[in-house]
């Protein structure tokens, strides 16, 4: 079944924005980390940025900053002053995923669009340009203070669009960031585009996607 929204808000890095840091750190740290124990490395690192947004707001820098330096306590590797800066300084340059910048055009004439994302003020404009679309509103976790999946990042959105989650449709390539929260708040619809870097669970009434062409789909274009 087909619906408009009044609304469609996104998550910005890993749904529309390809977000290697992964790759990027896997890079940094060749040579200091043995190649077999790189995937379990990037593992922690992972989790522990997931970990360093759940707490109090921090600039997106520090948790960078924490992250590695726990990913490397973890693993016993070497860590650099440099690295967060390095790995930081990385994701100006990150690109959308293949046919986001299509299907934004898309749905523009149709629906406004919402950036949610764990980003800064002077962050975040560079990867909208990589998107190439008009967003009604960029609205970022510094602004929010406070890191998705942590409902005070939604409840600011919804403050600034006047508008309740009942209203609106979340899109996000991750349920733990995104889509439980989305569901615990009630929002009208959830997709999930599945990118292969988290798994889909059942049970949370979410459309789950396998390309991001097939989202008009979803609300009858």
Known sequence: MSFMPKFISFDCYGTLINFEMGPAAKRLFAGRVPDDR????????????????????????????NAVRRACKAHGVNC??????????????????????????????????????????????????????QFHEVITAEEARAYKPRMQAFEHMFDRLGCGPRQMMHVSSSFRYDLMTATDLGFMARAFIDRQ????????????ITDIRQLPGLVGL
Not at 43 to 60: H, I, M, N, T, Y
């Open 38 to 65: 790189m995937p379990a490395f990037l593992e922690s690192f992972r989790a522990f940025r997931l970990d360093e947004v759940l707490g109090a707001w921090k600039p997106f820098h520090e948790v960078i900053e």
């Open 197 to 208: 870097h988290e798994p889909a669970l059942e049970g949370y009434g979410v459309s789950r």
């Open 80 to 133: 650099r002053d440099s690295d967060a800066r390095t790995l930081y300084d990385a994701i100006p340059a990150f690109q959308p995923h293949a046919h986001v910048v299509e299907v934004l055009k898309t749905l523009v004439p149709h629906v406004p669009l919402v950036l949610l994302s764990n980003s800064m003020i002077d962050l975040i404009p560079a990867s909208v340009i990589h998107l190439r679309a």
